[in-house]
């Protein structure tokens, strides 16, 4: 009997010594490691993340969430502590989301960094602890832009019921009556469109031939149009030759036309006076004859009117 209850005795210590080093095996391996304690600022919900939950840097757990506190005057803000194992290089371009795991809806920190050369991160006046910057990514991103694709794909659609609307179903239907008859008048020229070929070629046979009609005629014009040159050339000598001789004509008798115009064409002013003169003498006998064609041969009577005494 005792060495039965000595037996069970041993089996519940053994038990009761894995279970610890399991614990503490789960609660980290690095339980020696210093830590640091960092805040962060999620505006959206955190739904999935609880007390003791993981922290992760680049797929490696290195800490674990020690605080989750609502601000006061900004329920939309979460504040979420977090010791993380003080090895771990975090910096000004390291940031922090939210992830899920599998379809549990357990929710973990995921920490990544920005490549470059980045200052070490320090506490912000007015902080208990340095603080990361918390961005959205992956699942979480989508998340958050959900209600605007939302918006978005609702907009889209409803464009959508406008397109396909009675106004526009009547238009592509309209529009599918014209391609078939367009079609349809498209078979019954097949013939038409077949002698195309035919027709274009003996129409460039004949504007060929006409290019040739041309350039034989131009080649018999050719020896005229030369003709014609020489014949306009031997004018225009002619002419330079007449103009000549008009200057040297000009230029002998310049005295003598000078003494024409200076004596003879003084009297040019009377003669022109007694034509014009001698114009309406003669205008105002046609318009006699005219209105009273028999006084060319019997005299006019006396109009003259005899007053009773």
């Known amino acids: ?95 922090a989301s939210l992830a899920y795991q599998g379809v549990t809806g357990v929710a973990v920190i995921n920490l990544y960094g920005d490549p470059g050369m980045n200052l070490p991160l320090k506490t912000p006046p007015g902080e208990e602890h340095p603080v990361i910057e918390v961005r959205d990514a992956g699942l979480a991103a989508l998340l958050s832009d959900a209600p605007g694709l939302i918006e978005k794909l609702n907009r889209l659609l409803d464009q959508a019921g406008q397109l396909v609307g009675p106004d526009n179903r009547a238009r592509v239907s309209g529009t599918l009556e014209n391609v078939e008859a367009l079609t349809a008048r498209l078979r019954d020229q097949e013939q038409s469109f077949a002698e195309l070929p035919a027709t274009l070629n003996a129409t460039l046979t004949d504007i060929q031939s006409t290019l040739a009609d041309l350039r034989d005629a131009a080649a018999e014009v050719r020896p005229g149009i030369s003709d014609s040159m020489a014949h306009l050339e031997k004018v225009t000598a002619d002419l330079a030759r007449l103009t000549g001789r008009l200057d040297e004509w000009t230029d002998d008798n310049g005295e003598d036309m000078q003494h024409f115009l200076d004596n003879g064409l003084g009297q040019v002013p009377d003669l022109v006076a007694d034509a014009r003169k001698m114009l309406r003498e003669a205008e105002k006998l046609l318009k006699e004859l005219r209105d009273n064609p028999s006084s060319l041969l019997y005299k006019p009577a006396d109009a003259s009117v005899e007053l009773e005494q």
């Open 1 to 95: 009997m005792r060495n039965t209850q000595l037996i069970v005795g041993l089996f519940v210590s053994a038990a009761i010594a894995v279970f610890i080093a399991i614990t503490l095996w789960l609660s980290g391996r690095h339980g020696g490691e210093p830590t640091e304690t960092y805040s962060m600022y999620f505006q959206n919900d955190v739904s999935g993340l609880m007390m003791g939950g993981p922290v992760f840097y680049l797929g490696v757990e290195v800490g674990s969430v020690t605080r989750m506190d609502i601000i006061p005057g900004d329920p939309i803000r979460i504040r979420v502590d977090a010791e993380v194992l003080a090895s771990t290089p975090i910096d000004t371009g390291t940031y």
